[in-house]
């Protein structure tokens, strides 16, 4: 479930929901490793060019490593601490897009909490109140994210625009991507991303309404394989809709309002470039000011890392990677 971050810190870099990254085979070959290394796609299948809400919702491996390898780590990784990470405990390298490293479930629910709550990086607490013979002799004071008086306020780390693009995203990762099943809750405000490390190890899903964040991590405490096909999808969203279906029975359903100064334009679901026409190959997205994308009709040449059809193979050596 670390994509939204590598996505988030994308979007702080001049990407957007409709910038298109190809995905196609890479290789890695670097005397460092071991092997060589060609990531792959869950499916093992090859798509071309996507736009990133579509990669996002797909969990489109590939995309995500030329998006990160495109942006630079060291941003992504600096951008991670808006969430509550330490950059310096993450993996300097490509495989971060697909998970590589520790992460706790509380780091994981931090993290998201941030996406959930406005774009404010709270301080986690266990022990909301203690009592003894009916007198309050400890009581928590947590940071409160948003508008308070006399409370703690939560320092902002995230754009309200950039919160509700990821958060948008997101919702497109349950209406129709690998968090699908959490349909059947019946909450159109739901948000949330699937996550599953190499070789199966560790499975997760990570969800929320404005209201309440709740990550579920599967996996054995020696790292073992969990088995061929145990995905996030098919082992943690299963108990995490369990849970949510109880969590969710006092919370009313509250989708996000999109900030004032956003806009809304149409494009070409394949291009991603703006259209002004009404076409079946067209749709709408969401957009910051002034960052929207060209007509299609005008002369556009994409950039390789944006979308090349013509690529099939790309061997990056180490000096690339960084």
Same mark, same amino acid.
């Given at each position: 479930?670390f994509?939204?971050?590598?996505?988030?810190?994308?979007l #702080?870099?001049?990407?957007?929901a &409709?910038?298109?990254i190809? +995905?196609a085979p890479?290789?890695?070959?670097?005397p460092?490793? !071991? $092997?060589?290394?060609?990531?792959?796609?869950?499916?093992?299948k090859f798509?071309?060019p996507?736009?990133?809400?579509?990669?996002l919702?797909?969990?489109?491996?590939?995309?995500?490593i030329r998006?990160?390898?495109?942006?630079?780590?060291?941003?992504a990784?600096e951008?991670a601490?808006r969430?509550g990470f330490?950059?310096?405990?993450?993996?300097?390298s490509?495989s971060?897009?697909?998970?590589?490293g520790?992460?706790t479930?509380?780091?994981?629910?931090?993290?998201?909490?941030?996406?959930?709550?406005?774009?404010?990086?709270?301080?986690?607490y266990?022990?909301?109140r203690?009592?003894?013979n009916?007198?309050?002799?400890? #009581?928590?004071d947590?940071?409160i &994210?948003?508008?308070?008086? +006399?409370?703690?306020?939560?320092?902002?780390t995230?754009?309200? !625009? $950039?919160?509700?693009?990821?958060?948008?995203?997101?919702?497109?990762?349950?209406?129709r991507?690998?968090?699908?099943?959490a349909?059947?809750?019946?909450?159109?405000?739901l948000?949330g991303k699937?996550?599953?490390?190499?070789e199966?190890?560790?499975?997760?899903?990570?969800?929320?309404?404005?209201?309440?964040v709740?990550?579920?991590?599967?996996g054995f405490?020696n790292n073992s394989?969990?088995?061929?096909?145990e995905v996030?999808?098919?082992?943690?969203?299963p108990?995490?809709?369990e849970?949510m279906?109880?969590?969710?029975?006092d919370?009313?359903?509250?989708?996000?309002t999109?900030?004032s100064?956003?806009?809304?334009?149409?494009?070409?679901?394949?291009?991603?470039?703006?259209?002004s026409?009404?076409s079946?190959?067209?749709?709408?997205?969401?957009?910051?000011?002034?960052?929207?994308p060209?007509?299609a009709?005008?002369n556009?040449v994409l950039?390789?890392?944006?979308?090349?059809?013509?690529?099939?193979?790309?061997?990056?050596r180490?000096d690339?990677?960084?």
């Open positions: 479930g994509k939204p971050f590598i996505y988030s810190a994308a #702080e870099k001049g990407y957007t &409709a910038s298109i190809n +995905d890479v290789v890695f070959d670097d460092g490793l !071991e $092997n060589v290394w060609r990531p792959e796609n869950y499916s093992g798509y071309g996507t736009r990133l809400r579509w990669a919702t797909k969990s489109r491996n590939l995309v995500s998006l990160l390898r495109a942006m630079g780590i060291s941003h990784l951008h601490r969430f330490d950059p310096d405990e993450l993996p300097h490509l971060r897009a697909l998970g590589s520790e992460v479930p509380l780091q994981m629910a931090r993290a998201y909490a941030a996406l959930a709550n406005g774009g404010y990086l709270i301080e986690p266990f022990i909301q203690m009592e003894r009916g007198e309050i002799f400890f #009581e928590a947590p940071l &994210a948003g508008k308070c008086e +006399d409370c703690r306020r939560a320092p902002r995230l754009s309200e !625009e $950039n919160r509700f693009i990821m958060y948008s995203m997101m919702q497109d990762v349950i209406t991507g690998t968090g699908i099943r349909r059947a809750l019946g909450h159109s405000d948000a699937t996550g599953t490390t190499n199966q190890r560790d499975a997760w899903f990570t969800g929320y309404n404005q209201h309440i709740t990550t579920v991590w599967t405490d394989r969990l088995g061929k096909g996030g999808g098919r082992v943690a969203l108990a995490w809709i849970f279906k109880v969590a969710l029975e919370i009313p359903n509250d989708p996000p999109m900030p100064s956003m806009v809304t334009v149409r494009i070409n679901k394949n291009s991603g470039l703006q259209v026409g009404n079946p190959d067209s749709m709408f997205e969401i957009f910051r000011p002034g960052n929207e060209p007509l009709e005008e556009i950039d390789p890392v944006e979308g090349d059809p013509g690529i099939s193979e790309s061997v990056v180490p690339d990677l960084f």
